[in-house]
């Protein structure tokens, strides 16, 4: 297998009139896409923010379930914390997978709009290659990422469709359809 | 397609140490769930609670996103959350749904855990069939479902198996992933 990682991004992302905003850290976003990641096999979850304030929050949030009391109240919430990296820029997330695969990540951009070349199977094909480059899916806040993060993507995932028209999933539901359609068994 | 009901369960639930319990009903819950729901066609999504105090919390979030400012601010929060009907027990959620659908629902029980014989392909074929009984997908929160709820399944869905040994996907994550597998295109 490639080694998979997955990073959520809070700036630059559209908010619901389509300004460009820095979103905020969501507590159970952290929770929730760890646990997916960890389930999944990714080797780090990536927290983008450009906010030092923000990032500290985040930090707080780790080392809550990392030490002390929230340690002890559930090793499962610690286990899959363990794999997030608080970082400022999509660089720095890109530098630091790279640093740790010893190859620069392909960025999987992903969107509830964006219509992707690349289908599901080729997706599962590359992650399933044993000798292929690390993949980071790249996920948005807000309404969805900006411009200029899309234009950061090497390959864009499809969108989930569902049995409907409605496609406004929060973004810990499409995050987990998105790894069980490219990790799932 | 058979008519697809999801619900969600406070009671009774385990804790970590295995002990039944009454959960609390998740603001963030009612969201993703409805929201994940909407997406995958389903024609409701109960939820479970036999607190009438937390009944009256939950029917505060919902009037308060299809009503007055929340209703303006994001009209697809209300279409989501517009599918959801707060109840006191299961009994009640399946008499709704036996009476929207003109046949009592069989009860697909989800866990962590539990090994069911139904695999997903019979269950994906179950929903296609267009005359077939509505399929109820039941969720629980907490640590699982107690014994008691697991005996009203008519049938158990697999466990979700990621790329590793960690199964502890948080809710939201384990329903968006199992209605995908349901019903996902």
New interface residues.
Partial sequence: ?ASLYIAIAHYPVID?TGKIVTSAITS?DL??LA??A????AKAFFVIHPVADQRAFAARVLDHWQTGHGRQF?S??R??LDLTRIVATLDEAIAAAEAASAARPLIAFTSARAQGATGWDEARAMLRRADGPPIMALFGTGFGMAPTLAERADFTLPP?????D?????V??????I???L???
């Fill in positions: 297998m619901r159970l929770h929730d646990r997916s960890r389930t999944y096999g559930d499962r919430r286990e899959a989930i469709l569902g049995a409907s409605y496609n406004h999933l929060s810990r539901a499409a995050a987990a359809i790894l069980d359609r990790c799932g068994r």
